[in-house]
């Protein structure tokens, strides 16, 4: 079982039997492999099929394997990404989606899945229009990364609060566990605000943020208990976006496109974003394909294999939050 040392997404997925082509070469057969698909076979979803999460965890040799927790798979088998497709819905936009393989211990196939980047719907048909494998490492890294949106105020060194599209490389920001660090580089992407891509927006107030916050699902928010509210035992807990949703104060904004930013350092930071802390890009094997080539080569691999979230406190699981007062309680907790 290969040993797991960097962090775990949970990304929603179909086992490939659950895709089926219904109109083509391969008719009736199973979303498959790279080399054996046809451009304009026309997909179906097969009833009742509906989205699991697949555990996914990456490993400092930059492998992939199934991480405990996960509803699909054995955990601890390895994965392998096989390629990135793109969907032609009957009507409406493409889905983006990725295709990937876990392996047994003698390297032979034991299932196949399929990771799309939007919702998939019941009954309706999706024709295979694209299918690459050199992009399918980029399209995964971008699921992977924690981000802002535009419009987010960044805390610099000065204390001004400065619209993180706006940042450049070399400017100050204030981190809460270093001080003043510089910027090293800032990213940006722009995706459909659907599914697996859709921002979560924490509204003004609410965890005693000056302004609305919108960032991306798995995006950890760092919440200091002056008073052990959750019963954790820790005072800094990390906190995903996406466990936070309670449809009222927390809420999926759903729709459109978004523009997401990636803010990079040294290491991994805890910094501010409309007054509140927030982690900046955690780079990790699963995440660095997300960097341009020409910094990748500046940086060397160190950066990608020392970092470590929990050195900023204790990643909150989500059945600690299954409370319908949870994110006041943060809120509360970090007030007394």
């Given amino acids: 079982m290969p040993t797991v040392e960097h962090a775990i997404q949970s ?3 179909y086992p490939a039997e659950q895709f089926l082509v219904e109109i083509g070469a391969n008719m009736g057969d199973p979303i498959g ?4 698909m046809m451009l304009d076979d026309i997909y179906q979803l097969s009833p009742p099929a509906h989205p699991q999460r697949l555990a996914l965890a990456s490993t400092a040799e930059g492998q ?5 927790g996960t509803a699909l798979g054995t955990p601890g088998a390895r994965l392998h990404l096989d390629c990135a497709l793109t969907l032609m819905p009957q009507a409406g936009d493409n889905v983006e989606a990725l295709v990937m393989v876990e392996v ?5 196939i034991a299932a196949i899945y399929l990771l799309p980047m939007a919702p998939l719907n019941l009954q309706h048909s999706y024709t295979l229009v694209r299918a690459e494998q050199d992009g399918a490492r980029r399209k995964l890294a971008q699921m992977a990364c ?9 805390t610099l060194a000065t204390g001004a609060q400065k619209p993180i599209e706006d940042l450049v490389p070399g400017d100050r920001v204030l981190t809460r566990d270093e001080g003043v660090q510089d910027l090293r580089w800032i990213g940006q992407t722009t995706s459909r605000a659907v599914g697996r891509m859709a921002p979560v927006l924490i509204r003004a107030g609410v965890l005693n943020n000056a302004a609305d916050l919108l960032v991306s699902p798995d995006h950890r928010l760092m919440v200091y208990q002056r008073r052990d ?3 954790t035992g820790c005072p800094e807990l990390l906190v995903r976006a996406r466990d936070l949703v309670n449809g009222t104060t927390v809420v999926v904004q759903d729709g459109g496109f978004v523009d997401y930013f990636q803010l990079l350092f040294d290491r991994h930071h805890i910094i501010y974003a409309e007054g509140i802390a927030a982690e900046s890009l955690f780079l990790d094997p699963l995440t660095q394909p997300a ?3 020409d910094l990748l080569r500046r940086i060397g691999p160190g950066l990608a294999t020392g970092q470590r979230r929990d050195s900023h406190g204790l990643e909150v ?7 319908p007062d949870a994110v006041e309680m943060l809120r509360r907790s970090s007030l007394r």
């Fill in 33 to 36: 492999l790279f080399q054996d």
């Fill in 317 to 323: 699981q989500k059945n600690l939050l299954n409370h």
């Fill in 291 to 293: 960097l341009p080539d």
């Fill in 229 to 231: 509210e959750l019963g």
């Fill in 64 to 68: 992939f394997c199934i991480a405990e």
């Fill in 11 to 13: 990304i929603p997925a």
């Fill in 104 to 108: 047994d211990e003698d390297g032979l």
């Fill in 146 to 154: 924690v981000s802002f949106t535009r419009g987010t105020r960044i």
